[in-house]
């Protein structure tokens, strides 16, 4: 029954039930629900310094190797397509201003934009996808995928390379496909996570005092894009480029 003592249908019941689960859910270990709201965004961040670390590596490679090989390396940069590299930076910075309007909206029990935020967070996750699959399309056209479709006498005959030299640019690519890759990995996971919040959202799961889940899937998509805004220069921007790449 309501509280005005009628009877409730089952979908009321439904309802009612996923209010008091995001109103009064606390864990046993934890004192309140502040303090549990705050283990959990503790928790992601100490995720989030170990994924800094593991990207931080491949950086710190990318950096060392284009020292040493810095021809090599602008080179190969300047075939990737920095246009739709471009593009998609701005998609990602989009997709992260919905995600804080979200975060924001959840703050504010208001389910209806936070339903809407979600969706176009996840939706521009996957216009992100899309275009990147275009641009390996691309690249697997123009030869750039070492160990499978890679003519190294064009780099000598068209970039000017020695043969010694292009060793090097099969590195830069391989840094190029491994780092990007983990990065549309991170992307399509974090698409998941958005796309389980959106459901349980549209159900009513989420109030202005139980929204901890929505605030760390936040910092997760922040840290995604975050990844991207450092890609972008050290693997598009190295050399001059012509308009449309390639």
Do not use: C
Not at 11 to 27: I, N
Not at 99 to 117: C, D, F, Q, S, T
């Amino acid at each position: 029954m309501n509280p005005n003592g009628q009877i409730l249908t089952p979908a009321e019941r439904d309802e009612l039930s996923l209010t008091v689960l995001a109103t009064h859910r606390l864990e046993e270990q934890y004192p309140s629900l502040e303090h549990q709201h705050e283990t959990a965004s503790l928790g992601m961040w100490l995720f989030l310094a170990t994924e800094v670390l593991f990207f931080g590596v491949l950086f710190l490679g990318v950096g060392v190797y284009r020292h040493a090989y810095p021809v090599e390396f602008e080179k190969a940069s300047e075939r990737l397509n920095w246009v739709i590299g471009g593009v998609n930076t701005l998609v990602l910075l989009t997709s992260s201003l919905a995600m804080a309007l979200a975060v924001h909206a959840a703050a504010g029990g208001r389910r209806g934009p936070l339903v809407g935020w979600l969706g176009l967070t996840a939706a521009l996750g996957l216009v992100f996808l899309a275009l990147k699959g275009l641009e390996y399309y691309l690249d697997y056209r123009e030869n750039l995928i070492p160990g499978w479709r890679f003519d190294e006498g064009e780099w000598v005959s068209r970039d000017g390379l020695r043969p010694d030299q292009v060793a090097h640019v099969k590195l830069f690519l391989v840094f190029y496909w491994v780092m990007t890759g983990l990065h549309g990995l991170h992307v399509l996971i974090g698409i998941g996570v958005i796309s389980t919040l959106l459901v349980l959202a549209r159900r009513g799961a989420f109030s202005a005092r139980s929204h901890a889940a929505v605030e760390v899937a936040g910092l997760y998509w922040h840290f995604v894009d975050v990844v991207w805004l450092f890609l972008l220069p050290t693997l598009y921007l190295l050399g001059t480029h012509r308009l449309g790449g390639g």
